[in-house]
């Protein structure tokens, strides 16, 4: 419902003309903008992703309202020295999904549209436990669903019934993301290979080589293992860095710069690991953490994003968020907790 009301106000906004208004006043120097999968049939995929319609529809509006798409580091450069020639987007990617070649790359080859893969070792090496997808292929194989670990059975006989209990599922796992690893029992019970879902869904060392080399393309680290860094030790979650960059560099061949934190959320990182992160030599690290950036107190290794999903998100809403709205609904509400 809340989601519900935000769009209902993001419309009222857009139909009566004012997101140019608040563009002007409310939205950053630039934005670091953050899809998963783009997929074809998202109705199929219960909407865990970004539609291609909405896909395309994002950069478009950017470059028909003065957003110029560059690389991260060209956009940090910029923001650095102060340019406000443009404002700027940097479009990211994480996990590496084999959509983002087969489906999103000939889009950013029209745009001539750089673009950021933050990839964890796990994905490639067909080892990630990946217990979303394990999710999304359980609710979607029928209409009666027992989660064992949640000792909970959902029905949902039809697409807004499914969507609504992976919704569920996903929320319970991030309260405590240690939850994840219970996931295993249900799987097997299902019949459900992990495995075999990385293999069909992830790109394989080959295919991100080739993506490396594409003009276009930066690959970023995103760990070893996708895990929330936050619940690790630190030794551990300096490993889970250190590893995947070592190991995304000896397959590329080439540098591995800027880092995303698995999940992104404050339960998952903190300023222990933007520490690690700096420690390491990363140039940058982004978060799920809603927002845009300004020259003025930028944080390089917590850098928020503007997430963009067909299940939540429409043209109307994309273009309110990018003008600025949804931050000024946080500065609004911030006001209001001070007095």
């Given at each position: 419902?809340?989601?519900?009301?935000?769009?209902?106000?993001?419309?009222?906004?857009?139909?009566?003309?004012?997101?140019?208004?608040?563009?002007?006043?409310?939205?950053g120097r630039a934005a670091i903008?953050?899809?998963?999968?783009?997929?074809?049939?998202?109705?199929?995929?219960?909407?865990?992703?970004?539609?291609?319609?909405?896909?395309?529809?994002?950069?478009?509006?950017?470059?028909?309202?003065?957003?110029?798409?560059?690389?991260?580091?060209?956009?940090?450069?910029?923001?650095?020295?102060?340019?406000?020639?443009?404002?700027?987007?940097?479009?990211?990617?994480?996990?590496?999904?084999?959509?983002?070649?087969?489906?999103?790359?000939?889009?950013?080859?029209?745009?001539?549209?750089?673009?950021?893969?933050?990839?964890?070792?796990?994905?490639?090496?067909?080892?990630?436990?990946?217990?979303?997808?394990?999710?999304?292929?359980?609710?979607?194989?029928?209409?009666?669903?027992?989660?064992?670990?949640?000792?909970?059975?959902?029905?949902?006989?039809?697409?807004?019934?499914?969507?609504?209990?992976?919704?569920?599922?996903?929320?319970?796992?991030?309260?405590?993301?240690?939850?994840?690893?219970?996931?295993?029992?249900?799987?097997?019970?299902?019949?459900?290979?992990?495995?075999?879902?990385?293999?069909?869904?992830?790109?394989?060392?080959?295919?991100?080589?080739?993506?490396?080399?594409?003009?276009?393309a930066s690959i970023g680290g995103?760990?070893?293992?996708?895990?929330?860094?936050?619940?690790?030790?630190?030794?551990?979650?300096?490993?889970?860095?250190?590893?995947?960059?070592?190991?995304?560099?000896?397959?590329?061949?080439?540098?591995?710069?800027?880092?995303?934190?698995?999940?992104?959320?404050?339960?998952?990182?903190?300023?222990?690991?933007?520490?690690?992160?700096?420690?390491?030599?990363?140039?940058?690290?982004?978060?799920?953490?809603?927002?845009?950036?300004?020259?003025?107190?930028?944080?390089?290794?917590?850098?928020?994003?503007?997430?963009?999903?067909?299940?939540?998100?429409?043209?109307?809403?994309?273009?309110?968020?990018?003008?600025?709205?949804?931050?000024?609904?946080?500065?609004?509400?911030?006001?209001?907790?001070?007095?």
């Amino acid at each position: 419902m809340k989601q519900l009301s935000k769009n209902a106000l993001f419309h009222a906004i857009g139909g009566v003309g004012l997101f140019p208004v608040f563009r002007k006043i409310f939205a950053g120097r630039a934005a670091i903008v953050m899809f998963h999968e783009i997929q074809r049939d998202c109705q199929l995929e219960l909407m865990t992703g970004t539609s291609v319609e909405l896909f395309e529809y994002s950069l478009s509006w950017l470059k028909r309202n003065g957003w110029a798409i560059v690389s991260l580091e060209e956009c940090l450069r910029r923001l650095a020295r102060n340019d406000r020639s443009h404002r700027y987007a940097v479009l990211t990617f994480d996990d590496g999904y084999r959509d983002n070649v087969s489906v999103a790359l000939p889009i950013l080859e029209r745009h001539n549209a750089p673009f950021m893969v933050y990839v964890p070792t796990a994905a490639l090496t067909r080892t990630l436990q990946s217990w979303w997808l394990g999710l999304r292929e359980l609710i979607r194989s029928g209409d009666d669903i027992t989660i064992d670990e949640m000792v909970t059975r959902f029905h949902c006989p039809d697409i807004q019934s499914k969507r609504a209990a992976l919704r569920k599922v996903d929320q319970w796992v991030h309260q405590d993301y240690k939850r994840a690893e219970s996931f295993a029992t249900t799987f097997n019970k299902a019949g459900i290979s992990i495995s075999a879902l990385n293999d069909r869904y992830f790109l394989d060392e080959c295919g991100l080589q080739g993506l490396a080399r594409h003009p276009l393309a930066s690959i970023g680290g995103h760990t070893t293992a996708h895990v929330a860094l936050a619940t690790l030790d630190a030794a551990s979650a300096r490993a889970e860095l250190a590893d995947n960059r070592n190991y995304l560099e000896n397959l590329l061949q080439l540098p591995v710069r800027h880092l995303a934190y698995p999940f992104g959320t404050p339960g998952a990182c903190g300023v222990r690991e933007e520490n690690l992160a700096r420690e390491l030599g990363y140039l940058s690290a982004v978060t799920t953490r809603h927002g845009q950036l300004s020259e003025h107190q930028l944080n390089q290794f917590a850098l928020p994003r503007i997430g963009v999903c067909s299940s939540f998100d429409s043209e109307t809403s994309f273009a309110a968020r990018m003008s600025g709205v949804q931050s000024a609904m946080h500065r609004a509400g911030s006001w209001r907790g001070r007095n």
